[in-house]
């Protein structure tokens, strides 16, 4: 699908709130929604209010850069490209630039060897006999009935292990034969890591599986037992020469000069907590970098959810540890020579309010947009004081002087807390 946006400018996206039952990811062909991930941090709730933020820039899409630097999943990204802006998508980890690279830096279904069109190509992945690979091996039990939990790794029903393996060996195959480029690879792989991702017996994070197929209730075997089946991406054309990058964001902020205009809007969503995107999301990375890590077929210890190590040593974020998200965040927002700075943050995360606010001040003329959002709980029926945090944009204008203190900018989310949480403790 190749579809040029039309909506109205930003102001057209507030009419575009995430809808359940219109948006399942696995469903719409609607650009902004069709095939996201499962992913804690996933603003595709919280899109219009994005948009907000970005409208009242006054900035025109049509002449404006706009730099996300913790892309994830790439909603905001696409949200960008969706608004007509030229997009820089960035994120250090190897599965977001894929996915990135195929929604947000393609506009087209590609063309592929020996003519074949995009639709060709995905029937010819779908129809390959099953094989049993480092994914079956390694991360389905030997038999999907007679499984033995204190053994058996149950990330994937077998069938559907058989059918990751032999789809990423035959794009593995065409990419050691010279042919795929960059960009067709990632046509082929971002519709495997979504399959990956909905097929999985998981509640959305790899760093464990269900007990049994679907866990004690079993209401999602409708996805994990159903046969894996690659979908089309969807595409859109806006005209613009977007770009998708891997590396560190705050490396990233030192070399924007020279690569975007002077009106440009940096994107800043941080990981919120202590939790590592590389460890919840390793199967994935392993999808994509199949490079097939050396592990025990079978748990034998501590190695029980597989999750691959490489993330400590290449991509471990300060943004993970409260006494180091804060020197972090300064330092990139030193960086960043921007117009505009929108950064997305939570009253859960690591980095003080206050210190946040205090930041951002620093840096300009600050606004704040606000929305309450449900905590994030591993159980439903686990009792929470407080189970509404606040969601929040602060806009910063880097050329302006600040119009509000940074207690007046606290006081007014923090008010919001409260009225979301009247019985809780803030």
Known sequence: MNRRPDHGGPSGMLAMEWNAARHSAGQTDEYLYSQLIPYIGNKRKLLGLIAQAIAATGEIPARTDFVDLFAGTGVVSRLAKWLGFRVLSN?????????NRCHVGTSAPPCFHDGRDYAQVMAELNALPPLEGWVTRHLCPDDDVQYDTARDRMFYMRKNGMRIDAIRERIAQWDHDGLLDAGQRACLLAPLLYSAS???????LFKGFHRGWGGRTGTALYRIAADLHLQPACFIDNGRDNAVMRMDAHALATQLAGQVGEAAIAYVDPPYNQHPYGANYHVLNTVTLWD????????????????RQDWRTQRRSPYNHRHQALAAYRDLLS?????????SYSTDGFIPLHDMVRANCERG??????????????????????PMTVEFILLTDTRGRGASTPDQIVQEIMAMEARLNPSGHI
Do not use: C, H, M
């Open 292 to 307: 097939q890590p050396e592990l025990a077929p079978k748990i034998t210890g501590r190695d029980k959810a597989a999750i």
């Open 198 to 204: 909905y097929n999985s017996n998981t509640s959305g």
């Open 365 to 386: 003329d600050v606004r704040v947009f606000t929305r309450g959002y449900k905590r994030y709980r591993v159980s439903r029926q686990r009792y929470s004081a407080r």
């Open 91 to 99: 994120d250090w980890e190897p599965y977001s630039e894929v996915l």
């Open 335 to 343: 960086a960043l020579d921007t117009r505009w700075i929108a950064t």
